[in-house]
């Protein structure tokens, strides 16, 4: 059986990663220090073939026994999340990666770096393909996750270059779904949680700056068809659904059938006015498209997050800790 270690396993992306590997026979092994993470996204998985190991990623990881596979997720990943904890974000994306690496090297393991559209910046080439270099700001408030994300780009290819570790990199686009934390000040629990509530919908700048949303199991597909394909070089992976973020306030209000009305507020230093992923490598090398439509994938979203607020706050079992 393939053992398959995850950083970030308790956050929104890196759970449904250990449910994925754990459908394919893998046994998991989930690390996550918990700082944007929480157990409540793992709570409900009772294989015998899943641990987790509460861990901050930037300290030595020891690991017993074999290891098949790493995935380096564990990240802050929400702009309001980086620019609170910068130097966190920083350590994980450089000290994080070169631990996971070296762990991997150890193993003789297949590593996979989750990095971003943020390598990109604030892109002057639309839509972006992975040989544009970017246009990043280093020393603005987003820098700190675009320079390490970028950082880990480069660590992860000397690996593969100079060590032989056998490597992955996945330019993650804007991806939603269930999970997703509420408050995590990202575009999608945001305004979610203000039509659900009937609070107005805060749109930053005049809504004119666009994204392209995938819904997070297309988003593990491609993942995992790339761990399984040969390629070393970055791929984007990502939707084609490009929208102002002025129609998508619109959009969420409509599907859920909301009357929160809409007011505009600052628009975050550097925040990137385009965003859409070329995906013609992805198509090419991984057979992949984005599937869900995003009325669907909105859809499930909505689902979870009106049950999550109708929940009454509880304790989440500590049966992972320790
Ligand atoms: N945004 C917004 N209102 C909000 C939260 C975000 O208008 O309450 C905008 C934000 O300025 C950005 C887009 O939505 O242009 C996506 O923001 P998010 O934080 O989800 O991620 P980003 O793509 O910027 O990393």
Redesign the pocket.
Known sequence: MPRTVITGGAGFLGSHLVERFLAEGHEVVAIDNLLTGSLENIDHIHSDQFRFIKQDVTEYLYITGPVDNVLHFASP????DYLRMPIQTLKVGALGTHKTLGLAREKGARFLLAST??VYGDPQVHPQPESYWGHVNPIGP?GVYDEAKRFAEAMTMAYNRYHGVDTRIVRIF?TYGPRMRLDD????P??VD?ALLGEP?????D?S???SFTYVDDLVEGIWRLLNSDEHEPINIGSQDEFS?LQ??ELIIQLTGGTSRIIY?D??VD??KT?RPDITRARQKLGWEPRTPIEEGLRRTIEFFRQKMNQAPRQTRQRFEG
């Open positions: 990943a929400s702009p309001n559209s943020e987003r804007n000040g990202r575009v999608v945001t305004f203000q919908l805060t749109v930053f700048g809504g700056q666009t994204r973020i998508f306030a507020q628009l975050p925040d990137p965003r």
